[in-house]
């Protein structure tokens, strides 16, 4: 369900809107009657369609249409420039390394690293170095440094080596007394291991036991923060949908630095309206679709398929990115439904050939909602083809069309 949640910060000056909270529901598919076609091989029009008792929407779509902003959008836009100049400066006054570190990681949990990129990758430049076992300076000996560092050159995309850690892993057998957050920084960088890295694999098993261990056995308020690690690794989450519970930590922490505090509510704030308009443009867009006539038989899921967008990207400047998955998304689940509870036999040859040839031609004893539904696919992936060429110079229709979309459905 949607709620409201506001920001009630005094250091920003006023409550803010942060949006919205969305549950997707799961389809369950009942038992489907299968139709039986006719013995002439002629398409049966009057045949009984099936039926998978979707479960119905949950959302009122016009009241989505009417969502408001309790909050100046210019005026946060105008501190937020502000802010990010403040912020910019603790980068030349951040002399410490593992503070560095830490600063780099606090700004991409609280959704900011788009602010900052060229600072950013200045700084993961210089610990470049350290990827190699042979250069490790001053984080030689410590595991949570180290982990750290590792973490944030191969999330942005520095070939980085797990020689880091040759050494840490005996020494921490050896030791009964790990140092707690050593180990979740340790267990959070196991789970960038690519295929075949034994020595990352080796430590997620071991990091995985000690932190469970340490669960069991200890009542203090680290158990809270250990409990969450183990139950969803930074890098098996989704990056947009934990920055609010970021942001709730961060404030939280001794060592919190207001200015970057306020930067990340500010831009949650924003980020979410952006988000309210792509989807108030998203479902203006499926509601002049005869919808009803046409697909009552499939899954309407307009909300739940943009939400999944935000996952892939959820910075303002790609919006249009968003539209175009969503709709997409859309035109998938639409045609798996063609295929898995409308169409017979013979309907679905005809349609997979058509899509396959790009044309119409012989798609005449087609349903109506198939035809419909083809239609809607030329028309969807004619719409992206314009709106890339206006905005990139990119033609992408010839590309899409060779693609074949039928084999995926």
């Given at each position: 369900m949607f709620s409201e949640v506001l920001?009630?910060?005094?250091?920003?000056?006023?409550?803010?809107?942060?949006?919205?909270?969305?549950?997707?529901?799961?389809?369950t598919n009942n038992d489907i009657i299968m139709p039986t076609p006719q013995a002439d091989g002629a398409i049966n029009q009057s045949a009984n369609r099936r039926s998978a008792d979707y479960k119905t929407n949950i959302w009122n779509y016009d009241h989505l249409q009417f969502l408001g902003r309790e909050f100046d959008e210019l005026e946060c836009r105008m501190e937020a420039c502000k802010l990010k100049e403040v912020v910019q400066q603790l980068f030349v006054e951040t002399i410490d390394p593992m503070e560095m570190l830490e600063l780099l990681d606090n700004i991409g949990k609280l959704g900011l690293a788009t602010y900052f990129k060229g600072e950013i990758d200045e700084v993961l430049d210089s610990f470049e170095p350290l990827k190699s076992r042979s250069n490790y300076l001053s984080?030689?000996?410590?595991?949570?440094?180290?982990?750290?560092?590792?973490?944030?050159?191969?999330?942005?995309?520095?070939?980085?080596?797990?020689?880091?850690?040759?050494?840490?892993?005996?020494?921490?057998?050896k030791s009964m007394n790990m140092n707690v957050k050593a180990v979740v920084s340790l267990y959070e960088a196991s789970h960038l291991a690519m295929e075949g890295e034994n020595i990352l694999e080796e430590a997620q098993v071991y990091t995985t036991t000690f932190l469970k261990d340490v669960r069991s056995s200890s009542k203090d308020k680290i158990v809270e923060e250990i409990e969450k690690v183990l139950e969803l690794p930074l890098n098996l989450g989704v990056e947009w949908f934990n920055v609010r519970n970021h942001i709730h930590e961060y404030e939280k922490k001794d060592s919190v630095i207001f200015n970057l505090l306020k930067l990340a509510k500010l831009n949650f704030n924003l980020v979410q309206a952006a988000h309210q308009r792509d989807l108030k443009d998203i479902l203006r867009w499926w509601k002049m679709l005869p919808t009803t006539e046409h697909l009552s038989f499939t899954r309407n899921r307009v909300v739940e398929s943009y939400l999944w967008t935000t996952g892939v990207a959820f910075e303002p400047h790609y919006g249009n990115l968003r539209k175009w998955l969503t709709k997409v998304t859309k035109l998938v689940i639409i045609i798996d439904d063609v295929y898995d509870v409308f169409g017979t036999l013979d309907e679905l040859e005809i349609f997979t050939s058509a899509v396959e040839r790009w044309d119409f031609e012989g798609t005449g004893l087609l349903p109506e909602s198939m035809k419909f539904c083809m239609k809607m696919l030329y028309d969807t992936v004619a719409e992206i083809n314009h709106e890339l060429l206006e905005e990139k110079g990119w033609t992408v229709q010839q590309h899409i069309q060779t693609a074949r979309f039928a084999r995926d459905c």
């Open positions: 920001f009630n910060d005094e250091s920003v000056g006023k409550k803010t809107w942060v949006g919205v909270s969305i549950s997707l529901m799961a389809c984080i030689e000996d410590d595991l949570y440094a180290t982990s750290l560092c590792f973490r944030m050159l191969r999330l942005n995309g520095y070939n980085v080596s797990q020689d880091m850690f040759i050494g840490f892993m005996d020494k921490a057998k």
